[in-house]
């Protein structure tokens, strides 16, 4: 494979920019997320407890489940984990469009790798 | 244990690996565990959420500064995931110790390479806009063959990634290392991802470390682009014989 021949990132580019954006606003909303959620247990007084453990997110999928410390914090994890694997999905977008089909492809098939190995772990 | 002891390491982890372009679990998890009694499975749940959190604040500060190549890091991004997976799919047919023995090995030669900076390219004001990576192929045999040690050994991802890029494909230390740190969020998101999925987050280690890990990759990107690039590659070269190191141990030292 030729590198000349594929599209070349740089700041100027929309794919930087569209990863940029992604990692900024995610990283956001989990700092916001997870400093809520331990402020909400220092003023409750509840860090001591010992059983503050990640749930399925489905149970974040009610609200008395997530509005509470523990589904502050696990939302804000889960925010975070989430946004490395979008930046790969822009990724394989970018690519497609403009044409790079065998980039698109790699990309994708990491993603579907990725995938497999979180739900074959389980 | 209190939350501001756990956020110091999240912060010394994320400093050191936003510069070096490392994850920085060898650095958390030991930490956690010897410091502060943690459960092993925790401590690497915690490492694990730590290298994406990094990874996020760092990457952004070097794509603005234009060093993290990405076509780069999607293209190597197939052959290390997929390496991964051989190595999980191997792992229980092989014999960790001599693997673990060679990887040492290899590590130790690329420390000493690293210190001395023998043939190491080191622009320091090098860009990807001026980057021209060589030798394509080798790096998607490195990214597979690392890959495959990394679901081995269970070591990360930055340490191979590093020297393969600037040794293999003659990229600039800096833009190594930039590139790497995205590469190492993504792998990182996977793994993390296989720790919670198995109940192995604990909310408070996790949260206390990733706001830890926030701050400190936000300061150790803004030193890495401060720092003579002569200092990183030093560094590095000693993240490098410490891993090393630590695998010829587990090759020769006694089974546990």
Same mark, same amino acid.
């Given at each position: ?122 | ?68 190549? =990405?076509?780069? !890091? ?8 997929? $390496? /991964?997976?051989?190595? #999980?799919?191997?792992? @229980? *047919? ?80 800096? =833009?190594?290392? !930039? ?8 792998? $990182? /998101?996977?793994?993390? #991802?296989?720790?919670? @999925? *198995? ?58």
């Amino acid at each position: 494979m030729s590198e000349g021949r594929l599209p070349q990132a740089s700041p100027t580019n929309a794919l930087s920019r569209s990863v940029a954006w992604v990692l900024q606003v995610g990283t956001g909303v989990a700092i916001t997320l997870i400093t809520a959620g331990l402020a909400w247990l220092a003023a409750t007084g509840e860090q001591g407890d010992p059983d503050h453990f990640a749930v399925p997110p489905a149970a974040l999928t009610r609200l008395e489940g997530l509005v509470t410390a523990d589904g502050l914090l696990n939302l804000g994890l889960l925010v975070l984990m989430a946004v490395p694997v979008i930046c790969v999905a822009i990724g394989a977008v970018w690519y497609a469009r403009k044409r790079a089909w065998l980039y698109s492809l790699m990309i994708i098939g990491a993603l579907l790798i990725l995938a497999l190995a979180v739900l074959g772990s389980r | 244990m209190s939350l501001l002891l756990l956020a110091l390491a999240g912060l010394i982890t994320g400093a050191l690996g936003a510069m070096l372009g490392v994850g920085g679990g060898f650095i958390l998890v030991p930490m956690l565990t010897v410091l502060y009694g943690v459960p092993i499975h925790s401590a690497v749940a915690a490492g694990q959420i730590g290298v994406i959190a990094t990874s996020t604040v760092a990457t952004v500060h070097y794509l603005k500064q234009d060093l993290v190549h =990405l076509h780069l !890091a999607y293209g190597l991004l197939f052959a290390a995931t997929v $390496g /991964a997976a051989i190595g #999980a799919l191997v792992g @229980s *047919r092989l014999d960790e110790r001599i693997l673990a023995g060679i990887f040492g090995m290899v590590l130790a030669w690329v420390a000493l390479r690293m210190i001395r900076g023998q043939n190491i390219p080191d622009d320091p004001d090098a860009t990807v806009a001026t980057c021209r990576p060589v030798h394509w192929w080798v790096g998607q045999a490195g990214a597979l063959f690392g890959g495959t040690l990394g679901g081995l050994l269970g070591i990360g991802g930055g340490v191979v990634n590093v020297p393969l890029l600037c040794m293999g494909m003659r990229v600039p230390l800096r =833009l190594a290392g !930039a590139t790497s740190i995205f590469l190492v969020g993504i792998t $990182g /998101a996977s793994a993390a #991802a296989v720790y919670y @999925s *198995r109940g192995y987050t604990d909310l408070i280690v996790c949260g206390a470390t990733v706001l830890g890990a926030f701050a400190g990759s936000w300061i150790g990107a803004r030193l890495a682009s401060r720092i003579q690039s002569s200092y990183l590659r030093i560094a590095f070269g000693v993240v490098a014989a410490y891993t090393g190191i630590t695998m010829i141990v587990r090759a020769v030292g006694p089974s546990l």
